[in-house]
């Protein structure tokens, strides 16, 4: 393996870049400002075995859910859209409750449907199925 010097040539403002930002002001009211604290919430280790039944959350969010096919997967109008038709699959008896819509919008889990149905990121979609807390 090729090693490369060090640049050596810096420009002075900028010897300093990689300095630690804990003590930074400046950082700290960044991270004030975009997370309304300056260290995000934890998630708890257990948030998997807390999620809501995939079964109950569908059936409240999910227009015209039809019962479930022989491998758990229930018919939907699909939220992300201007739908008529059921285009919307999820799966009701996993532990994740995936879902995908055949219209174009994709798929993921019962925490990517509530992220983008919500507008939230993932911790916040996290915290807000875990009941608003951790």
């Not at 079964?55 to 096919?69: C, E, F, S, T, W």
């Not at 201007?82 to 999820?90: A, T």
């Not at 219209?103 to 915290?127: P, W």
Request: glycine share 16%.
């Amino acid at each position: 393996m090729i090693r490369h010097p060090r640049n050596t040539n810096a420009p002075a403002g900028r010897q300093g870049a990689s300095i630690e930002r804990k003590g930074n002001p400046a950082y700290v009211a960044s991270l004030s400002a975009l997370y309304g604290s300056a260290k995000p919430a934890r998630i708890p280790g257990n948030w998997r075995d807390r999620m809501p039944d995939p079964a109950a959350y569908y059936g409240q969010h999910v227009a015209k859910l039809g019962k479930p096919n022989g491998t758990g997967w229930a018919q939907g109008v699909c939220p992300f859209h201007d739908d008529h038709n059921k285009s919307l699959s999820v799966c009701i008896t996993g532990e994740r409750g995936g879902w995908r819509c055949f219209a174009g919008c994709g798929g993921g889990d019962l925490v990517g449907f509530h992220s983008r149905l919500r507008g939230l990121d993932f911790r916040a979609a996290v915290r807000d199925l875990l009941g608003g807390g951790a």
